[in-house]
C-alpha cells in the first residue's frame, strides 16, 4: 500500500518559547499538547488520503457520529526522549503500530501500514522538537487514534475513518518520589472477557474499567487489579498496566489469554530480566497464590508496569474482605533494578543492544521551517 506523503500546513502562531519553558518545568501526564498534530483520513474505495500536518485544535464530529454511539475507535502510547546528543528516539514504535494493527483488525477497522505510523509520529515529533523535555525522566508522549468519522445510527462497521497523532509533555504517570502503589481488587466487577476485545488497545476497555478505579479510590486505594471474568480467580492486569511477580530471583508475569492486552513495556521487561540473568516466564497466578506467597514470604516484590507509567512498585493489597502487604511494602531491589536498566536504555545511558530505540531527529536537526 502506497504510504500517503505528509501535508505541512504548520500553526501560524504557535505557543511562545517562554510559555512552553513554563509548561515542561512541571507538566504533569496529558495536561498539555504540543503546537501541531497530524490528520489521514481512511474512505473505502480510496484508502489512507490525505496526510496532513496541522496545528493542534478541536476535530468537528456530527451527533450521529457512529464512534459516539458504537464506539468504533482504538488508540496507542508512546514515548520520546531526549537524547544524551540532543537528538530524540522512541521505544520500539514499530511494536506500537503492529499493536495498532492489531487492535484495528478486532475492532473492524482498517490497519494502517506500519511505515505510516511511524512517518506520522516522526513528522510530528520533528515539527515540535522543542517541546521534548530534557530534564531526567521527562519525555514526550505520543497519543496516535483512530476513531470513525461516518454518520449513521445503522448497528455496522463504519466507512470512513480518521488517523490522528497528537504529542503531550509528560514526567510520568506517577511522577515525584517513588512510592508503592496500593491496588484493591475487583471482584464485582471485570474488565474484559474471554473472546472480547481485551487484547485490543480500545476506548470501550478503558470505559469498562472506570467503575472499578472509583472503587479503588473509594477503597483508599491507588489503583485496581482486574481478575479473569469466568472463574474470578485468575490475576490480569493493575488499571491499565501488566503486572509482574517477583520471587526471588524468578519473575512471572500473567499469561496472555486474550482477555489481557499485550503491552510493549511487558515483552520488553521479560527480555531485559533474562538479560540481567533472573528467571522470567508467564504463567496464571491466582489471587491466592499472591496472597499466601505474600504471607509466607515467598512473593518478594510485586510491580505493575506501561508506557505511561514505567515501571511503579505495588506495595499492599486490599479486597473486600482482607489485606496485606507485599514484601516490606517496600520498592524491591529487583523492581528497581528494572525501572533503572529500562530507563537507561531509553534515555541513552546504557547501550541499546537489541536495536529498540528508533532515531526520530538527529541532534541539531532544525524540524521543518514554520513556512513549509
Known sequence: MTVPAIEFKPASRPL????????????GFGHHFTDHMVTITWTEGAGWHPARLVPYGPLPIDPANLTLHYAQTVFEGL???????????????????????????????????????????????RQDRAWVPSRPGH???????????ESGLGVRAAREFLFVVIASPTDGYFAGE?????????????RAVPGGTGAAKTGANYAASL????????????????????????????????????????????ELTGSLLPGITRASLLTLARDLGYEAEEARISLH?????????????????????????????KTALTQWTVGDGRPGKVTMRLREALGEIQSGAAADTRGWM??????????RPADR
Not at 518559547?17 to 515542561?24: K, S, T
Not at 520520546?80 to 478486532?106: C, I, K, M, T, Y
Not at 479510590?217 to 472463574?231: R, T
Not at 499466601?292 to 516484590?301: Q, V
Open 289 to 317: 497464590d499472591w496472597r499466601r506467597d505474600s504471607a509466607d514470604g515467598s512473593l518478594t516484590e510485586v510491580f505493575a508496569c506501561g508506557t505511561a507509567a514505567g515501571v511503579a512498585p505495588v506495595g499492599s493489597v
Open 139 to 149: 519525555s514526550l508522549y505520543l497519543r496516535p487514534f483512530m476513531f470513525a468519522t
Open 358 to 367: 528508533r532515531e526520530m531527529a538527529k541532534a541539531g536537526h532544525p524540524g
Open 211 to 254: 467503575m472499578g478505579q472509583a472503587q479503588a479510590v473509594a477503597q483508599g486505594c491507588d489503583q485496581v487489579v482486574w481478575l479473569d471474568a469466568l472463574e474470578r480467580r485468575w490475576v490480569e492486569e493493575m488499571g491499565a498496566m501488566n503486572l509482574f511477580f517477583v520471587h526471588g530471583e524468578r519473575i512471572v508475569t500473567p
Open 16 to 27: 511562545s518559547a517562554e510559555r512552553r519553558e513554563e509548561v515542561l518545568t512541571s507538566p
Open 178 to 190: 517513588i512510592r508503592p502503589l496500593s491496588v484493591w481488587v475487583a471482584e464485582e466487577y471485570v
Open 79 to 125: 514515548k520520546v526522549h531526549r537524547r544524551p546528543d540532543g537528538g530524540l528516539a522512541a521505544f520500539r514504535p514499530e511494536e506500537n503500530a503492529r499493536r495498532f494493527q492489531a487492535s484495528a483488525h478486532r475492532m473492524a477497522m482498517p490497519e494502517l501500514p506500519v511505515e505510516t505510523f511511524i512517518a506520522a509520529c516522526e513528522a510530528l515529533v
